[in-house]
């Protein structure tokens, strides 16, 4: 029995060395709070796994997805498909998550973003915490695909977390991305969901139908492939959706 106790404490010791930390200062409560990452394997940079030492309670949060740590150039970012330029987010120093604010002066509320790396056309891994007034974490979100594009208030103060759960490839014509040429991509609409201060963030169709309507196009919530998004189309400044057997004859007979 001692010698289990004794393996079992040695074990519980090698899993916390290999743990990497981090601290926040949670405006809530003005306190320090410290994050644990537990490595997938030894060395690694990839998480299964967050805990969270807030208000003198641990709190552990296992995440279906693997998340992992920002990289620390832009350059190597930008190979492994990690964006840090997103609206209403900052990369924290410590480069684990992004770090999202709402609320006023006096009642202020965090968001912490957790991402995973993203492969080929797939978005990335995300899992959202959220803070009590007293400082207890929260899960807020989990998706196995999404990649955040803008974190920001309704007009009626209501915050957003928006995003898209695919990345769109381009299906005909011979331009691309920052491309003055015609082309047509896959139908990959953004997804919005809205939250309350205490409680999980909720798909909202509404708030999504809005947004797609207003920068980019609406042909309902999920992706098609039957259905295009065609840019640089002479006479339509904007992005227009319509299907993909209008292509040959709005790309001007690009294939």
Known sequence: MRILLKLLLLLSASQLALAQRATFTLPETGQVITFSFH?????????????????????????????????????E?????????????KLHPSRYFLVGNYGTATDVHSLLFFVGAAYASEASPLLVLGFSAT?????VLERQYLDVTSFQLAP??????????ALSEVMRGDGGNGSAKPY??????????????GEKAVYSLEE??????KHYVWAGPHSREDFAVFYNIPGHPKPLGAP???????????K
């Open 135 to 139: 400082g207890e974490p929260y899960k």
């Open 244 to 254: 993909i057997s209008r292509a040959e004859t709005l790309l001007g007979g690009s």
């Open 77 to 89: 970012r930008r190979a492994e498909g990690f964006w840090i330029d997103i609206p209403g987010l």
């Open 184 to 197: 047509a991509t896959t139908y990959d609409p953004f997804s919005v969901f809205t939250l309350r201060s």
């Open 39 to 75: 490595p997938v394997s030894d060395p690694s940079d990839n998480f299964d796994s967050v805990d969270v030492t807030s208000a003198d309670k641990h709190f552990h949060f296992p995440a279906k997805n693997t998340v992992a740590r920002f990289p620390a150039t832009a350059k």
């Open 208 to 213: 999504s139908r809005n947004y797609n309507l």
């Open 156 to 165: 009626d103060g209501t915050p957003l977390i928006v995003g898209k759960d």
